[in-house]
Structures are given as structure tokens and as C-alpha cells.
């Protein structure tokens, strides 16, 4: 084959291109420190690159964003609950003092203020927001827990209802033949049907407290047995019940509750602080939130383990709980039902990885602490106000409108009776503290668990934050080795490529010396 000049020069400068293309790469990556430029460079090296890329942006948004904002808001979940605990313990010291009786009469003054101030301390912690979110509220993270005044309580109005079991059922102490105020400016002794002087005694009867006192006493009421049995109440002008219509499970009208034994069961309201159903009597009492049970009804929710009632309430105010935090309720406003379930806020801490951050307020604020805190606050401000009647007594026993023998005489007796009312309140206030610090117990226990569950998703944040530091520093080493040249080598063979480089041209120059003229 015949090997022209032109051949040749065509030939070496194929080749020097070549060469100028090899430095041209090498130099592109000694500029970028990347191995490919573009796709086509490599395909496989760009598709690695791609899904590293990924991984790593991914475990970086896990790391600097979701996992920090997850640590967060569990850190002041349990910084909340902290407090709501050394708030509970404050309260059970108080009961553990309180069931000695070692209060001295200026100290109880006091204490109804402190019992009060606790109790809204405690369900103020339900109020603590992150970044603007209440952390207790569930979903509903625009709503904090309580009330924060009056103008947005005013027109809340809901119908709420509640589902007991035999657990929820407590007793009260109620007072047989007390004296009242009107008894004292009246000279009015107790005496009985063939005018024997009675004193006052006391007697237990049981009961269902609600979640709330002062419920709407013009309201409709709903009672369900375990049977699914409804009997619907109303209360007339004059203070009665009008029980509207009862109807069994599969909607049918039925006559009458029964007590368990086929005895009929009449409901009534009451506003007396001291009434004792009848056996077969279910009392209502809207102003305590108090529903009172007869023996047999008792015995019957006992046995049956199971009854519910629903009620309006309306007049809220600020410091009171939102319902819909803990039961069924329906807005009477607008409508809207509102179905308690579990509201869980999770965060995507790792591939296919989430975690709860929240903890509801029903899993550490038990609205029933409210409740036991004004049964205590009861039973010591009725000590108060026996003690303010006998000061009452002592006082008129000195003025010279009752020195007649006669008014003497009945402010002797008012005061005998009184002492005795007294020593009873003695009692229950002691005996109400002394269930107050099983009750706070409870509360102490709620809490720490609910302190412990949030502990415990700290502890699993912690350690997935470990694995993705490390996972971050693979990923990253990998993206490295993928991506990134080996500066060494490619120096070399840059320096190597200059030389071939420079000798091509050397060589090319040198091809073609001798013209045809030569």
C-alpha cells in the first residue's frame, strides 16, 4: 500500500488531536475535582452519582431538620410534664398533711387559695406550645388546652358525653338535719316529728361525678345503661324531671331504667348538696356535675360495668378544659361532631423510619385532678364555714336580744348540733384528704409514664441520629469515591499526557522535512 504525505500529516494530526483531547479531560477534572463533567462521560458513574446524591440529601434532612425538630418538641413535652409532676407532688404533700388534720384554722384560709392556684398550674403546663404549636392538643395544634379567657370561652357551647365504668364510681359523706344560716338567724332548731331535739349526722351515698361542675341545668340529658337502654330528661319549670322518652338498644319505647332486678328507675334533679336517692333513684345534680345513684342503681352499674351519660354545658370560663381533648362532643354552635381518637404527629426521622413526637392531653392531664382538688377545697371550706356559724353563735349568745332563757336556750342547742356538724366536717375533710393522696398517686403515676414514653422516643431519637451520622459519613465517603478523582494519579497522568503531547508534535514536525522540489 502506497503511504502519501498527506497520509502521514492526517495521521499525526489524528493522533495529536487525540492527545489534546486525553490533557482537555484530565484538565477538566483537575479544574472540577470530579471525575465525569456530564452524563455521557460515564453513565454508570452518573447513575451511582444520582442515587448517592440522594441518599445523602435525604439522611441530611433527617439529620439537620426533622431530627432536631422531633428533639424539640419532646423536649418541651417532657420539660412540661416535669413540672406537672412536681405540681402533682406538691399536691400530695398537701394531702399527706392534710390527713393528719395539722392545719391550724389560719392555715386553712390559706390553703383553699394554694389547692385552687395548683390546680390551674397543673392544666396550664397542657398550654405549652412549640414554634407555635400546642403540643398537647393533638392535631389540633392552632387550640390550647384550657381556655386562655373569658371572651373565648363565652360562646363555647357543647353537649358532651361521657362513658363510665365501675372505676369512675366514687361515694360522697352528705349531712342529715345540718344547720344552715337561715336555721342560726332564725333561732330554728332540728327537732323531729314528736319534737325531740335531733342533732346533725351524716351518711354516705354514691355517685358519678362529671368532668365539669355548673353544667347546663336547662339542658337535655341522656342516660344509657349497659343494656343500651336511653332514657332522655329534661328538667320542668318548677325543678322536676321530664323524662321525655326512653327507648331499649334497637330504638323501641320502653316504660322505664331498670335496677338490674326489673324494678323501674326514676330519675330526678336536685340542687341540694346533701340529697340521698332512693334505692331505684337516679338524681341529678347540674350545679355540683354530680350524677347520685340509689343502692340497687349502684349495684346494677357495678355489676354491668358500663354507663354513660350525655349533658350540655355552656358556661365556660377561662382555665376550663376544651371537651373535645377528651370526649365525644358536638359544637351546638355549628354542628360539628367532634369523635375523641388517637392523634398522633409523627416525623420522618429515617427511611421508611417515623416517630411520635406528641403526647394528648388525656395521657398525662387527667381532667378528674380538677375535680378531686375542688373536693378538697369543699371539704375544707365547709370546715371554714362551720367554724364562721359557731363564731356566729358565740357572738349572738353575748348580744342583749337573745338574753331571754328561751334564746339561750336555743342558741345552746343550735350550738351543740353545730359542734357536732363540725366534728363530722373534721372527718370528711380528713377522710378527703386521706383519698386525696391515693388520687395524686395516680396522677404521679400518669405523669412519670407519660414522662417515661417521651424519655424513651428521646432515647430512640438519640440513637437514630448516631446510625445516620454514621450513615452520613458513608454515604459521603462513597460520593467521594464515586465522584471525586484521585488527585495523585491524575497529576501523573496529566504530566505524562503533556509529555506524549509534546513529543506527537515533535514527531508531526518532523514527518514531512523534504518538499518534491528536494
Known sequence: MRITNQMMINSSIANIQTNKSQINTMDTQLSTQKKINK???????????????????????????????????????????????????????????????????????????????????????????????????????????????????????????????????????????????????????????????????????HRLQLAYSEVDANGTFKITDASGNVATVTKNDDGTANVTGIVNANGETIDSLDDGSGNPVSITFTADSNYIPGDDEIAINSQLGEVLL???????????????????????????????????????????????????????????????????????????????????????????????QISKIESMQKEGQYSDEASQKKLSDIMEGLTKQRDFAKSKMKDAFEAGIGQMQGYQEQVSNAKADVGNRQIRLDLTKTRLTEQKTNFTDLKSQNEDIDLEEIVVTYTSAQLVYQAALSAASKVVQQTLLE
Open 294 to 388: 340509689g343502692e340497687n342503681v349502684y349495684k346494677s352499674v357495678y355489676a354491668d360495668n358500663a354507663f354513660s351519660v350525655t349533658y350540655e354545658k355552656s358556661n365556660f370560663i377561662k382555665g376550663d378544659i376544651d371537651p373535645t381533648m377528651y370526649f365525644n362532643c358536638v359544637d351546638n354552635n355549628t354542628g360539628i361532631e367532634y369523635n375523641k381518637q388517637s392523634e398522633d404527629i409523627e416525623y420522618i426521622i429515617n427511611f421508611s423510619q417515623k416517630i411520635k413526637v406528641n403526647t394528648e392531653a388525656d395521657e398525662a392531664f387527667n381532667i378528674y385532678l380538677g375535680r378531686n382538688v375542688d373536693d378538697l377545697v369543699n371539704a375544707v371550706q365547709n370546715v371554714l364555714d362551720i367554724n364562721d
Open 39 to 205: 452524563p455521557s462521560d460515564d453513565p454508570i458513574i452518573a447513575i451511582r452519582a444520582l442515587r448517592l446524591r440522594s441518599s445523602l440529601d435525604q439522611v441530611t434532612q433527617y439529620i439537620n431538620k426533622n431530627i432536631p425538630d422531633a428533639s424539640s418538641w419532646l423536649s418541651v413535652t417532657h420539660d412540661a410534664l416535669d413540672q406537672s409532676y412536681n405540681i402533682v407532688s406538691q399536691l400530695y404533700s398537701y394531702c399527706n398533711q392534710g390527713a393528719t388534720d395539722s392545719y391550724s384554722p389560719s392555715e386553712r384560709n390559706t390553703i383553699v387559695e394554694t389547692l385552687n392556684k395548683l390546680k390551674d398550674s397543673f392544666y396550664t403546663q397542657g398550654d405549652v406550645d412549640y414554634a407555635g404549636r400546642y403540643v398537647f392538643t393533638g392535631y389540633a395544634t392552632d387550640k390550647p388546652l384550657t381556655y386562655q379567657s373569658d371572651a373565648d370561652a363565652k360562646d363555647v357551647d357543647y353537649t358532651i358525653t361521657q362513658n363510665f365504668t365501675r372505676d369512675a364510681l366514687s361515694s360522697k359523706t352528705v349531712y342529715t338535719n345540718a344547720y344552715s344560716n337561715d336555721d342560726i338567724m332564725n333561732l330554728s332548731v332540728k327537732k323531729d316529728a314528736n319534737g325531740k331535739i335531733i342533732t346533725p349526722n351524716v351518711q354516705t351515698v
